[in-house]
């Protein structure tokens, strides 16, 4: 796409790159900029800019102690920046590395444990008899938590979806992971009334293979060849130029 002068100050061209380059430093914000009146003020801005430049460099601010103090700190900081990138940059992770990474490290690759439950919630724990009642009679308990379950999830006979340790209030949970599979509960009391859980899947907790946590396990490992590479830079950087600690 062809970058389009929008305008020249004082000899210098702004550009369509200019516009979007001020777009972008906008975030959120350019969306108060859309359409030609907005992308007509973001122009007008930039040449204000400009016009700003042309203005400092006549009355020779480049040349002032305030400024060139300024930039020498900016340029300081850019420096360490720029440095830290390029020795980052340079950090390469092979495949072997990870799966070593991966091995050492397996405990934190683990899936938790989880279950699926459905369930049917009233408010009295006479109701809830009353419907277990109803269940060993034939009615199946998807029927049941339909018909007389106060839970939006009555919509999906009960269903829950899966769920780990902590998700759930605790009542509800400990009778959840205390269950076999296709087994329907008591009447459990949580603050929200009275819970009548089958069980419907059970997930044992199991270290995840390789494949499945690759981006996971590259992430870590690459934070942690970071810090190696940063402390031995440090290190070597210590010996090599002098260094005081006052404090």
Do not use: W
Not at 4 to 25: P, Q, T, Y
Not at 59 to 77: G, I, T, Y
Not at 167 to 190: C, L, N, R, Y
């Amino acid at each position: 796409m062809e970058n389009k002068v929008l305008a020249v100050v004082d000899g210098r061209e702004i550009k369509e790159s200019d516009l979007k380059a001020l777009m972008g430093n906008l975030g959120q914000n350019a969306a108060y900029f859309q359409g030609a009146e907005g992308r007509a003020k973001l122009i007008d801005e930039l040449v204000m800019h400009e016009l700003m430049y042309s203005d400092a460099v006549e009355k020779n601010f480049d040349k002032d102690e305030e400024f060139l103090a300024v930039m020498e700190n900016m340029k300081k900081s850019m420096l360490q920046q720029y440095s830290l990138r390029k020795m980052f940059n340079s950090i390469t992770v092979s495949d072997e590395e990870l799966k070593d990474y991966y091995e050492k490290h397996k405990s934190m690759f683990k899936t938790e444990e989880m279950v699926a439950a459905s369930h049917i919630l009233v408010e009295t724990e006479e109701q809830a008899n009353e419907i277990l009642e109803d269940i060993t009679d034939g009615l199946k308990f998807e029927e049941a938590a339909e018909k007389f379950s106060s839970c939006p999830s009555k919509q999906n006979g009960g269903a829950l979806g899966q769920f780990g340790r902590g998700q759930m209030v605790k009542e509800f949970e400990d009778a959840a992971f205390s269950m076999q599979v296709g087994e329907i509960s008591e009447p459990v009391k949580t603050q929200f009334g009275y819970h009548i859980i089958k069980l419907t899947e059970h997930i044992p907790a199991r270290n995840s293979e390789f494949e499945e946590v690759y981006q996971e396990v590259k992430e870590g490992f690459f934070v942690e060849k970071q810090e190696k590479v940063y402390m031995d830079k440090k290190a070597e950087l210590t010996d090599k130029y002098e260094v005081y600690i006052m404090e």
